[in-house]
């Protein structure tokens, strides 16, 4: 069975007899390895919270345990020192020369305590540009990064596999489960580039052993020239040493590098597959 686990509307049907989900998800999308279109089962871009903003952007601020928006359209900019927002008074009343008159906005923004206030400087925090690595994650939050679906071989639905006989594993080569995925975030004036790819997939083989691939993989092919052997890029080369049922899972783990206003960075993140179940069987030798 070739499972796929992600975020996915309620509608969704569980997990069919046989195959299973992650831990804490109770439904995922199952479908047929061969053959089949794995679909778009959702998901989301990054891991993380929402950066949130509001008015014309800005990013988060925290004021009295809660996220408020570092600027509103309608209050100014947020000065995190006293939970007030600031806002130019247009048009400007007279003052004297080097100062202006701001409107001040407290209680974290709450409305009812809002006064006339004259500065020799902006406040701080006002009118300060958009944090770039804020923006990728804007960026990130408009794409999705989707968990690969798997293929092993052997399969349950085929037959068991044999004790000590190699194990291949692979992925469907395609830009949405593997990358590279650009998106882009603009906020006053400033554009912030991203480019989100897989640099590995970690396997889990359901007995405590590991494997990690550099990519998808190659599907295993019973009539190939390798029918029988090791898979050339991402294998148990050997085997189960054990007859039972192991749950196979699969960890991608996404590179987003993000440039912009003169700065660049990374982002990690990671998606989760759903089980699939192999069925080893001792090798059974018959003499006479």
């Given at each position: 069975m070739l499972v796929v686990g992600a975020t996915v509307p309620a509608a969704a049907q569980r997990a069919d007899p046989g195959a299973g989900c992650p831990p804490a998800q109770p439904d995922c999308s199952v479908w047929d390895d061969e053959p089949g279109n794995p679909g778009d089962p959702g998901g989301g871009g990054d891991d993380d919270d929402d950066d949130g903003g509001g008015g014309g952007g800005g990013g988060t601020c925290r004021w009295a345990g809660r996220v408020v928006p570092c600027y509103d359209e309608f209050l100014g900019w947020f000065n995190s020192g006293d939970g007030c927002y600031y806002k130019l008074e247009q048009p400007q009343p007279e003052a004297p020369d080097g100062q202006q008159w701001y409107v001040r906005t407290c209680n974290g923004g709450d409305l009812g305590s809002q006064s006339e206030v004259l500065l020799d400087e902006p406040p701080a925090g006002?009118?300060?540009?958009?944090?770039?690595?804020?923006?990728?994650?804007?960026?990130?939050?408009?794409?999705?990064?989707?968990?690969?679906?798997?293929?092993?071989?052997?399969?349950?639905?085929?037959?068991?596999?044999?004790?000590?006989?190699?194990?291949?594993?692979?992925?469907?080569?395609?830009?949405?489960?593997?990358?590279?995925?650009?998106?882009?975030?603009?906020?006053?004036?400033?554009?912030?580039?991203?480019?989100?790819?897989?640099?590995?997939?970690?396997?889990?083989?359901?007995?405590?052993?590991?494997?990690?691939?550099?990519?998808?993989?190659?599907?295993?092919?019973?009539?190939?020239?390798?029918?029988?052997?090791?898979?050339?890029?991402?294998?148990?080369?050997?085997?189960y040493q054990k007859a039972g049922t192991y749950d196979v899972t699969a960890t991608t783990y996404w590179t987003v590098t993000w440039r912009g206003g003169g700065e660049s960075g990374e982002i990690l993140v990671t998606r989760n597959s759903g089980i699939v179940p192999i069925q080893i069987n001792e090798l059974q030798v018959v003499t006479r």
């Open positions: 006002f009118g300060a540009p958009p944090n770039p690595e804020e923006l990728a994650r804007r960026a990130l939050a408009s794409i999705k990064l989707l968990p690969a679906p798997l293929g092993v071989a052997p399969r349950k639905r085929v037959g068991p596999g044999l004790v000590g006989l190699p194990v291949w594993m692979w992925s469907e080569k395609n830009t949405k489960y593997f990358g590279p995925i650009g998106a882009k975030a603009t906020d006053r004036g400033l554009t912030v580039e991203i480019t989100a790819e897989v640099t590995r997939i970690v396997w889990d083989m359901g007995n405590g052993d590991k494997v990690t691939c550099p990519d998808e993989g190659t599907r295993y092919d019973p009539k190939g020239d390798r029918a029988g052997r090791t898979s050339p890029d991402c294998g148990y080369d050997n085997g």
